[in-house]
Structure formats: C-alpha cells, structure tokens
C-alpha cells in the first residue's frame, strides 16, 4: 500500500500551526504507519487546552537533532480571532544525544509523548503550561 496516495486532509491548524516541520513530521508518520497515533496525539493535546497554539520546527544544534516549540497565546482576548492576534509566550527546544536520530523520529516521538495523559505530564507542562521565554532539554 503506497500512503502517498492518500490524502487524509488533516487539519493540523487547530492546535499545532502548520510549517514544514510538523508536514514532514506528518509524511514521515504515513510512510511508518504511525499517522493514526500522530492524529491521536494531536487530539489529546487539543482537547487539553483549546486557546493555546503551538509552532514546532525542527532544526541541528551542534549536528544534533533538535526539536523547538513556540508557544502562541492570545493577546489580550479570552480568544483570538485570527494568527495576528496571538503572540508568542514561550519556546523551549528539545536536543538528542544521539546525532544519528533522525529528527522527525525524534519530533514523532516527543509530540506523542505530550499528549500522553495531557496536560499532566512533564513534558505537556514545560511546552504548553510554563511561561519561560526560553528553555533548553537534552533528551536521550
């Protein structure tokens, strides 16, 4: 079965903004199979918190995999109407050890961590819950 055939017509934007990142995160998610738990994963985090948007850009620091996520909140409003009236409130970037990760594996990975039993979880905290303007996480 060729996934590429497909068009499963996803709507990433209710939670996760799209950017290349989260696309090739996706298309790497449909050729493992693994889109069925990337789309739970997705709904999890959504249901958690409904007025937060999250960025997710995937990048090397020192030749190693790393994943950033910027927060986005609405500014001065119970809720936005459109992306203008969002500002970005915290970003934090997950590195791996390992530089042979491949770094959407890695992304997969952490977006399905979040989401399991959100918004408790460590990691669901540190990305949608904390207000740092910056912090950085090495991850094994």
């Given amino acids: 079965m060729n996934v590429n055939n497909y068009n499963y017509g996803v709507n990433f934007q209710a939670k996760f903004l799209n950017t290349e ?12 199979g693994k889109f069925d738990k990337l789309n739970t994963a997705r709904k ?5 918190d409904i007025r937060t948007r999250l960025e997710m850009e995937i990048c090397y620091t020192n030749d190693k995999p ?20 969002y500002k970005p409130t915290n970003q934090v970037e997950y590195i791996c050890d390992n530089p042979k990760t491949d770094p959407r594996k890695f992304a997969l990975k952490l977006i399905m961590k979040m989401s399991n039993s959100a918004p408790q979880n460590n990691l669901y905290k540190e990305v949608v819950r904390k207000r740092n303007p910056k912090s950085i996480n090495y991850l094994y």
């Fill in 21 to 32: 990142s989260l696309s090739d995160v996706v298309k790497y998610a449909m050729e493992k």
């Fill in 44 to 48: 999890n985090i959504d249901k958690a």
């Fill in 66 to 85: 790393t994943v950033i996520f910027r927060k986005y909140e609405p500014e001065n409003k119970k809720f936005a109407i459109d992306l203008n009236d």
